[in-house]
């Protein structure tokens, strides 16, 4: 267990030699996980792989990547087929809260055939993670959590084992969400391109053709667009004073909408704000 090996450890814990390797831990056990029945047969094929990655919490990518599995074996212990490994670990920081007692164990991601009757057929592992809840209690790397959980009838069995079946849900989710978020993006796209629009329509940039001036805005970016519609309102709001000022202070001194200072302007502050960029 890994309070043996913390027992047996014998360096410093903050100058750690990478990679650090627990030997023949646990991986997956025969019994029934997540209502799927992994027979003693199904435990010993899905056994014979070669080197497979260890991830955090199911999410599979560079950042999470902790380390890998090897030396897969099986093993008849208390009557059950149990599948044991290397844990090769390569991330300093799990590998101090592994040997400081976090409380974590081992959940496969498995490809399989489901069947009602005889439980799960030719199952194959994918992956495996560490995760705070794992399905198979028996992988807990922590033998006094493992004695802990198997005794607490009230612990809930956690659907942390992923087949091909649950990853294909959660990507068509993910999809769904992106599909809704670039619609969203999509929308904020246009309504800034109608606000562009119109403030130039107000200012007298342009008098005609509103539609057309859309379509010729809708190739900006919406960042781009967010930067004319700010350079636009400094310049209404610098008419607006300006004008203000003039009423008071002169009877001749006035702005008009079509005066050429106006659009000098807004060319003046685009220009900065591209400089800027």
Not at 57 to 78: A, K, Q, S, W, Y
Not at 190 to 216: F, M, P, Y
Not at 248 to 270: A, G
Request: with cysteine; proline share 1%; hydrophobic share 35%.
């Amino acid at each position: 267990t890994i309070i043996e090996d913390i027992k047996n450890w014998t360096g410093d814990i903050n100058a750690l030699i990478l990679p650090v390797i627990f030997k023949n831990k646990i991986l997956f056990s025969e019994g029934t996980h997540n209502g799927v029945i992994y027979s003693q047969k199904e435990i010993e094929n899905a056994s014979k792989f070669n080197e497979l990655g260890l991830f955090m919490d199911h999410i599979e990518g560079v950042e999470t990547l902790v380390g890998t599995v090897r030396n897969p074996n099986f093993f008849m212990e208390d009557g059950k087929g149990i599948c044991r490994g290397d844990l090769v670990l390569f991330d300093s920081n799990i590998v101090r809260k592994i040997l400081m007692g976090m409380h974590t164990g081992l959940s496969p991601r498995v490809s399989l055939d489901r069947n009602i009757s005889q439980g799960a057929k030719n199952s194959q592992f994918q992956s495996f993670s560490l995760v705070l809840f794992p399905a198979d209690q028996r992988t807990f790397l922590n033998s006094n959590n493992l004695k802990q959980n198997l005794n607490n009838k009230t612990t809930m069995e956690n659907n942390d084992v992923k087949t091909d079946a649950d990853i294909e849900e959660i990507n068509k989710v993910k999809a769904e969400l992106d599909a809704l978020k670039k619609e969203n993006e999509g929308n904020k796209h246009v309504a800034v391109c109608d606000s562009v629009v119109n403030i130039e329509h107000e200012l007298g940039l342009i008098n005609e053709n509103l539609t057309q001036r859309k379509v010729e805005l809708s190739k900006c970016n919406t960042e781009m667009l967010n930067g004319m519609l700010n350079a636009y309102r400094f310049t209404q709001n610098f008419i607006i004073t300006a004008t203000t000022l003039g009423d008071k202070q002169s009877s001749t001194y006035e702005f008009r909408k079509d005066d050429h200072r106006i659009k000098d302007d807004c060319e003046t502050q685009m220009l900065k704000l591209c400089q800027n960029k």
